[in-house]
């Protein structure tokens, strides 16, 4: 099992960065994908979550117009798409993956998520 993310990097407040969490090794898309961020010396937070079939999605307030999150399932990746980038959103990025039935909403909590991927750093200038 495994959720590659990727597409972090260094850019100014205001600019973009697409995020990829990219899986292999399990059936992602019986699946909901979520995506986790946590800052240095801060808890996890949960920023965005996607059902198995794409059809819903659920945002942390913080993120909320900022953030949108979609899934390709042939290609079996899900994408983060982060506009309007602003310093308190600097953190390591996680995606991780948990099973549900076809008719699941998900839920951004991690303590449901089983599958984790390694992290991708975002900064964020002022």
């Known amino acids: 099992v495994q959720l590659q993310a990727s597409g972090g990097g260094l850019v100014q407040a205001g600019g973009s960065l697409r995020l990829s969490c990219a899986t292999s090794?399990?059936?992602?898309?019986?699946?909901?994908i979520g995506w986790f961020r946590q800052a240095p010396k801060k808890e996890r937070e949960g920023v965005s979550c996607i059902s198995r079939s794409g059809g819903r999605t659920e945002y942390a307030d913080s993120v909320k117009g900022r953030f949108t999150l979609s899934r390709d399932n042939a290609k079996k990746t899900a994408y983060l798409q982060i506009n309007n980038l602003r310093p308190e959103d600097t953190a390591i990025y996680y995606c991780a993956a948990v099973r549900t039935i076809v008719t699941a909403p998900c839920a951004v909590t991690a303590g449901k998520y089983n599958y984790w991927g390694q992290g991708t750093q975002v900064t964020v200038s002022s």
């Open positions: 090794g399990f059936n992602s898309n019986e699946h909901s």
